[in-house]
């Protein structure tokens, strides 16, 4: 059963930072993209990076994150990361990795197959 479950969000100040992971099981990360999106209530899924080729390692950013988040991945714990640092109260959101990406544009959330249940950043002011 693919499974994608997210962790490390929370309550941290305007400037402060968290890493958030996403833990994969019942298939092995290192072959798929992999992506971080981003919901606020009564908006739509905004893509926020991803690791759209596994193999050759390139990152794409959200113009609003840009010099801030950091997406990796650690293959031997089937895990991916997004560092996020110098947050702002606009991040606040609810964050959701997602797995395989299908076609289409990467910052469109139904390019892509698997998702986690989301964790919630909270950035005060």
């Known amino acids: 059963q693919v499974q994608l479950v997210e962790s490390g ?13 996403c833990a994969a099981s019942g298939f092995t990360l290192e072959y798929y993209g992999i992506a971080w999106f981003r919901q606020a209530p009564g908006k739509d ?11 050759d390692g390139s990152t794409y950013y959200a113009d609003s994150v840009k010099g801030r988040f950091t997406i990796s991945r ?36 139904p390019s892509w197959n698997y998702w986690g249940q989301g964790t919630q950043v909270t950035v005060s002011s």
Do not use: F, I
């Open 9 to 21: 969000g929370g309550l941290v100040h305007t400037g402060g930072s968290l890493r958030l992971s």
């Open 45 to 55: 899924r905004e893509g926020v990076s991803c690791m759209l080729n596994p193999r």
């Open 74 to 109: 650690d293959n031997a714990k089937n895990t991916v990361y997004l560092q996020m640092n110098s947050l702002k109260p606009e991040d606040t959101d609810v964050y959701y990795c997602a797995a395989q990406w299908l076609a289409g544009s990467w910052y469109r959330s």
